[in-house]
């Protein structure tokens, strides 16, 4: 069974850091490109950034871009986003998905394409 288990979300002040994590259980795991996006309420949901299945290849979206790093472990099938400079905008559910391709390819900022999502941690950022 396919489970992706987000953590590290929590209340945080502007200007700060978090790193969150993401768990996955999806056969193996260097053969998964793992994404990270966002959802504000009201809003559609958002890429952030997608690392490859070997972790060479990152690639950032607009929306967070110079303020995060992606990384990943393999050893430990857990993917990590490292968010610094926080801004209150910043807030909202963050979400990794899995895609069963271990190449960023061109397609990797579109939701349709990942085949396997975690159920989201809440960042909060206050002003």
């Known amino acids: 069974q396919v489970q992706l288990v987000e953590s590290g979300g929590e209340l945080v002040q502007a200007g700060g850091s978090l790193r969150l994590s993401c768990v996955a259980s999806?056969?193996?795991?260097?053969?998964?490109?793992m994404g990270w996006f966002r959802q504000a309420p009201g809003k559609e949901r958002e890429f952030v950034s997608a690392?490859?299945?070997?972790?060479?290849?990152?690639v950032d979206g607009d929306s967070m871009k110079g303020r995060t790093t992606t990384s990943r472990d393999n050893a430990k099938n857990t993917v990590y986003l490292r968010m610094n400079a926080l801004k209150p905008e910043d807030t909202a559910v963050y979400y990794c998905?899995?895609?069963?391709?271990?190449?960023?390819?061109?397609?990797?900022?579109?939701?349709?394409?990942?085949?396997?999502w975690g159920q989201g941690t809440q960042v909060t950022v206050s002003s």
């Open positions: 690392i490859s299945g070997s972790g060479v290849a990152t």
């Open positions: 999806v056969g193996t795991f260097s053969r998964n490109t």
């Open positions: 998905a899995a895609r069963k391709n271990p190449y960023i390819g061109s397609s990797y900022n579109q939701a349709s394409e990942y085949d396997y």
